[in-house]
């Protein structure tokens, strides 16, 4: 394994497109999948099933793909499952029919849930150890971008063209990512394989920053996966493109305004300030009846995550020793799958009871739930971690 004294080394830089890639193929398929569901007859809590079969597959799986993180090369695991995850796109088209949907999401979960691990836990291996939490932090920065950009272009190119168009564009982009990956060369040495044990394969440390993250994420899930179906309904659709254009850009102002406040530890005010944003922003979705409307509440649902994104994630890698980190970012992340989960499903519910824009809003309930977690123990936690590392 090699590394060099800075960030931007051409490891890290490759990491950093290659992850941007995925990200964006895999959230560009969430808004497209409910707007396909209803082109072919599925309808209501239907499309929050399809939808939340990945995050099932993807729950049950993250513990293993952390055991192969830390007992295989790990760069030829995430070689061979970013290759497998290419193939889900493509089987959309293939096989529209509701059962088997399900089905390719269960398999989409499984191969994700290693990669979504896999380039974490790879870039912190080639970053020098003291620029861990500083590198991550930015790392993780593809998060944010590649869940607003990925939504932008598949709603575009279903608008402009068809939902097949749109999966096969997806489908691209992991093929560019998996070229840009191949192009790394990161060598590890021999591993000593463990036996797969379940209690090994959850990294306890890492536990209270996923709890967290989970009600945060919620919200999210929700949003990314019926904008598009919210959109129709206020007859909006040629707007919603720019929507995720202004979640980028609330994104961008974020990271760029408060990188330097991260990298001094001010971590606690953040966490605050970008609580209350999302808290106004959701709950402003009752009263959302306009394009303009809807522009602003993206830029500042991005401008929320834009910090807390990036800032749980180096909580996690940043006090976690290298050989534990391909479990620890897979225990971490199932905050992604169980919060976006919920989120999808319990908006399948709520468009057919109270409708969207009120269920939009009930969302901004989970925001409370984890500020209060954090407030409670996770902002101590943090410190006390770090404390007992210096």
Known sequence: METVNKIWNKNFILLFITNLLVLAAFYASIPIIPVYCQEIGITGAGVGIVLTAMSVATILFRPVAGYLLDN????????????????????????????????????????????????????????????????????????????????YVGIQVQNRLSSKASFLTVFAITVVALICVSCCRIKYPKTERKKFSLRDSIHKPALPFMANMTFLMIPYGAVIAYSSILAQEKNLMSVLPYFYICLVIGMLISKISTQKMIDAGKHRVLVYISLLILVITMASYLFLTTGAHLLIAGFFFGLGYGILQPLFQSFVTGTTPAPKRGVANATYLLSYDIGIGIGSLLMGCLQETIGLQEGFALTAIAYVLGGIVYLVYVDGYYRRLREGES
């Open 72 to 151: 295989f090369n790990r760069y030829r695991v995430y070689l061979l499952f970013l290759a497998l995850f290419c193939l889900s796109f493509p089987g959309f088209i293939a096989f529209p029919v509701f059962g088997l949907l399900i089905l390719i999401r269960l398999y989409m979960g499984a191969v994700y849930s290693v990669c979504g691990s896999a380039t974490m836990t790879l870039v912190s291996d080639v970053l020098p150890p003291k620029k861990i939490t500083e590198g991550i932090s930015r790392f993780a920065f593809t998060i944010s971008i590649g869940m607003a950009v990925g939504p």
